[in-house]
């Protein structure tokens, strides 16, 4: 097993699995749509704060990458439960977690 695949808590991927089999798609869309864009909005703020803190550093490089990756995930996945969003706006389905 890698390291990635280790490294994700059973309790996430309960939850992932769980909107995986929600009957009402659309809000397994929404789920999944605000699980994604809220892991990359965490990712991109402990990635900044690790090169803010690196600069001048063999590992700074690597770290401001990963912030810049995770940045462009955070657009991708908020674009993500916008569209998300708007179908369960139209099935009328609850709204997800709006903290993301």
């Given amino acids: 097993m890698n390291r990635a695949a280790a490294a994700i ?13 929600h009957p009402e798609r659309t809000e397994a869309a929404l789920v999944l749509a ?8 965490a990712l991109h703020q402990l990635a900044r704060a690790e090169a803010n803190g690196r600069k001048g550093t063999p590992s700074w490089g690597r770290w401001a990458a990963l912030t ?6 955070v657009l991708r996945t908020a674009t993500c439960r916008q569209a998300a969003g708007q179908l369960a706006q139209e099935t009328g389905a609850p709204p997800a977690d709006a903290h993301g």
């Fill in 9 to 21: 808590p059973p309790e996430v991927e309960a939850a992932i699995r769980s909107a995986l089999e």
């Fill in 68 to 73: 810049n990756a995770a940045r462009d995930a």
């Fill in 34 to 41: 605000a699980i994604a864009n809220r892991a990359a909005a």
